[in-house]
């Protein structure tokens, strides 16, 4: 952050205390929903996670005040996690009355930044940027402004002297849409409701704002007049990406802020190394990260806080949740991964399913329809065909047939089963947990596996095969005589 010029005799004084507020308190009504507007999620989080995150990178989170009122309590356990401040608008009644109410907190600060909670795209070098502008130009009030080919429903700003050579950024007025004349909406710069205000100047002058309006609202918009009527400079910063101040009052406009923020995260990712085939169809979360030379293929999804090595390629259609994977896997189709960890060069798929706690060592296979959940599976071991393994410890070099059944749970409590290193384990086993089975022991096809199996050792656990010679045939010559 850019601290404030300062004179020879001020060298000495400290850099400025800044917050940052961020507007949290609506209810968004047009989105016809239960869930308050600002936990919408867009780019995999909610809108209000990704504003906090932004603000987090300009100033310290214990100098962030997120200001809640519909469903507060919901919103506050939403993004608690993130060590930032609330303040309670019990009664909403405009953006100016939010920053009344938050007043005590905020009055310990030289300065405030106001950012509205549903404009996800916010970046922080554009909020450092405010900041900046603000403190060089000793503002009382600055405003973020942004230019929009369709500017309907926005507030316009008037800069001072707009007929001069030279554009001015002080501020005349903001005027809203419905009292603008036809010239003025012709301008194209909108107010996107993002502030930078000196504090003392801003609490000093907020009791001065009317409810005359067909609202009955404090708009904090009208601080541009007041302070200028009290003689305070307020000024405009525009930025250049007008995406990033874009809000969402729409399910429509939910989907576009979305795809806007996932496209964004793809173009970071080839611009970083990794491949991306037909990145409109992928479905990639703001927090995963990917390391150069892997190749996603088209409709995968990654989400959450998924982080993927090297070297890796993803096949269409696989989902990937909160998952780690290490350098050099395959991740083959139709695969769903949540909460795992893969190991390097291990392959996995196609139409694997691996369930949270599940740890899949170095170059270890899990193959077509195999479900696993809460197990180590060690290197070099394969689990290939139709298999559930569930709360297993395996170790490496085992070889586990298709159709293999790991019994964990009795209708109470979950057991273990452990497989120790060279096992082999045929099809269609069925292991009763809690067994063991030795290292380097041999399990028969179709065996029912009860009790432990030492290491070295053949088990088998099956009935032994009746043959009845021309029974077939009897049974048909009965039926006929019948």
Not at 123 to 145: K, R, V
Not at 220 to 231: G, P, Q, V
């Amino acid at each position: 952050m850019k601290k404030q010029k300062n004179t020879p005799s001020q060298l000495s004084q400290p850099s400025p205390r800044v917050a940052i507020a961020i507007m949290a308190a609506g209810k968004g009504t047009r989105l016809k929903s239960q869930l308050p507007k600002v936990l919408h999620e867009v780019g995999g989080k909610p809108l209000l996670s990704h504003v906090i995150s932004a603000a987090t990178r300009v100033v310290p989170a214990s100098d962030v005040f997120v200001i809640v009122g519909h469903e507060a309590d919901r919103v506050r356990a939403a993004v608690a996690p993130t060590g930032v401040n609330f303040v309670l608008q019990s009664e909403q009644r405009g953006t100016g009355h939010a920053l009344m109410v938050a007043r005590t907190p905020l009055s310990a600060y030289d300065h405030v930044i106001v950012l509205s909670g549903d404009a996800p795209q916010i970046t922080p070098q554009t909020i450092a940027q405010l900041l900046n502008f603000h403190l060089d130009q000793d503002a009382a009030m600055t405003l973020l402004s942004a230019h929009l080919d369709t500017p309907t429903g926005y507030g316009r700003v008037i800069r001072k002297n707009p007929r001069s050579s030279k554009v001015s950024s002080e501020v005349q007025a903001i005027v809203e849409e419905k009292s603008a004349t036809l010239a003025q909406k012709q301008i194209r710069e909108i107010n996107a409701g993002f502030y930078a205000f000196s504090v003392p100047q801003l609490f000093y002058h907020i009791e001065k704002l009317s409810t005359a309006n067909p609202h009955a609202e404090y708009y904090l918009t009208d601080m541009a007049e007041l302070l200028r009527k009290a003689r305070q400079p307020v000024v405009t910063w525009k930025t250049e990406n007008s995406a990033e101040v874009l809000g969402a009052n729409t399910r429509a406009e939910l989907a576009l802020l979305d795809s806007q923020i996932r496209m964004r995260k793809c173009t970071e990712l080839m611009a970083a190394g990794v491949s991306i085939f037909y990145p409109s169809t992928s479905v990639i979360d703001a927090e995963v990260a990917i390391a150069p030379d892997t190749v996603i293929e088209p409709f995968v999804q990654i989400l959450g806080s998924t982080r993927i090595g090297r070297h890796c390629r993803i096949r269409s259609y696989s989902v990937i949740r909160d998952s780690e994977i290490a350098d050099g896997v395959l991740i083959r189709n139709g695969s769903i991964l949540d909460n795992a960890h893969v190991a390097t060069n291990a392959i996995i798929g196609p139409y694997s399913h691996l369930r949270p706690g599940s740890n899949i060592g170095e170059a270890a296979h899990v193959g077509n329809f195999v479900e696993t959940k809460k197990i180590t599976l060690g290197k070099g071991s394969k689990a290939n065909h139709l298999t559930y393994l569930g709360d297993a410890e395996i170790g490496a070099g085992v070889n586990i047939g298709a159709g293999t059944i790991t019994c964990n749970y009795d209708g109470v409590h979950k057991h273990t089963t452990i497989i120790e290193d060279g096992v082999f384990i045929g099809s269609d086993s069925t292991l009763v947990a809690p067994v063991r089975v030795g290292k380097n022991a041999y399990v028969a096809a179709a065996s029912c596996i009860t009790e432990d199996v030492p290491e070295d050792a053949l088990a088998l656990g099956r009935s032994r095969q009746i043959v009845k010679e021309n029974w077939a045939r009897e049974k048909r010559a009965a039926r006929q005589t019948k």
